[in-house]
């Protein structure tokens, strides 16, 4: 029996298969990369719009924040001007509306660092609003005056410039670790009224 002619044919299958399997086993390796490859960029696009979205929500919130604490301002200076304050309940109604709403994305989305600080603020303003309000009512209660809400007021224009840096921290904006200047807040009341309106455009 010739033994070396009956293997000719398995070595030839075997080379075959072996050939085929290479190919197969690149492929597969191949597909691997594509896949592990785009599961990366997907990865990288997700976290990208993870970041904007965050950032357009710091921006209303911080928006916000700024007309609702002009808006109370307003209303003080209303109060101690003891103008018509019909104007000034308008806008402030609305500005405490908008971040409302605001603030209630802003739960769902914010880091717990960041969101307990602007719950704090938050909580704030709601403390002015309600003195400010019983003022204008003619039901003030013990503690309330128009020097105590101005104090409040400057003190939260101090708190949201602390809640803008700790925003900016989480997005990771350049340069949030060292000292700069102390930021201009176009609504910032001034101790005279009148400046204030004048700067603000109110």
Same mark, same amino acid.
């Given at each position: 029996?010739?033994?070396?002619?009956?293997?000719?044919?398995?070595?030839?299958?075997?080379?075959?298969?072996?050939?085929?399997?290479?190919?197969?086993?690149?492929?597969?390796?191949?597909?691997?990369? =594509? *896949? /592990?490859?785009? @599961?990366?960029?997907?990865?990288? #696009?997700?976290?990208?719009? &993870? %970041?904007?979205? !965050?950032?357009?929500?710091?921006?209303?919130?911080?928006?916000?924040?700024?007309?609702?604490?002009?808006?109370?301002?307003?209303?003080?200076?209303?109060?101690?001007?003891?103008?018509?304050?019909?104007?000034? =309940? *308008? /806008?402030?109604? @609305?500005?405490?509306?908008?971040? #409302?709403?605001?603030?209630? &994305? %802003?739960?769902? !989305?914010?880091?717990?660092?960041?969101?307990?600080?602007?719950?704090?603020?938050?909580?704030?303003?709601?403390?002015?609003?309600?003195?400010?309000?019983?003022?204008?009512?003619?039901?003030?209660?013990?503690?309330?005056?128009?020097?105590?809400?101005?104090?409040?007021?400057?003190?939260?224009?101090?708190?949201?410039?602390?809640? !803008?840096?700790?925003?900016?921290?989480?997005?990771?904006?350049?340069?949030?670790?060292?000292?700069?200047?102390?930021?201009?807040?176009?609504?910032?009341?001034?101790?005279?009224?009148?400046?204030?309106?004048?700067?603000?455009?109110?």
């Amino acid at each position: 029996m010739d033994v070396t002619g009956a293997g000719a044919p398995i070595v030839a299958v075997v080379g075959v298969v072996g050939t085929l399997l290479s190919a197969l086993l690149t492929q597969c390796a191949a597909e691997r990369s =594509r *896949q /592990r490859e785009q @599961e990366r960029t997907e990865r990288v #696009r997700a976290r990208a719009r &993870e %970041a904007e979205a !965050r950032r357009t929500c710091y921006v209303a919130l911080n928006t916000s924040l700024r007309q609702y604490l002009a808006a109370l301002t307003d209303q003080l200076h209303a109060l101690i001007r003891a103008e018509d304050p019909r104007a000034a =309940r *308008q /806008r402030l109604s @609305e500005a405490r509306d908008l971040h #409302r709403d605001v603030y209630a &994305e %802003a739960q769902m !989305r914010l880091p717990d660092p960041v969101l307990a600080l602007a719950g704090e603020v938050t909580h704030a303003l709601g403390t002015v609003y309600g003195r400010l309000r019983r003022l204008d009512d003619g039901v003030p209660r013990p503690g309330d005056s128009l020097d105590t809400a101005q104090g409040e007021i400057d003190a939260l224009w101090e708190r949201l410039r602390e809640l !803008r840096r700790g925003m900016r921290a989480d997005l990771g904006a350049s340069g949030v670790s060292r000292p700069s200047p102390p930021e201009p807040d176009t609504y910032r009341p001034r101790t005279d009224p009148d400046a204030f309106r004048a700067r603000s455009g109110c």
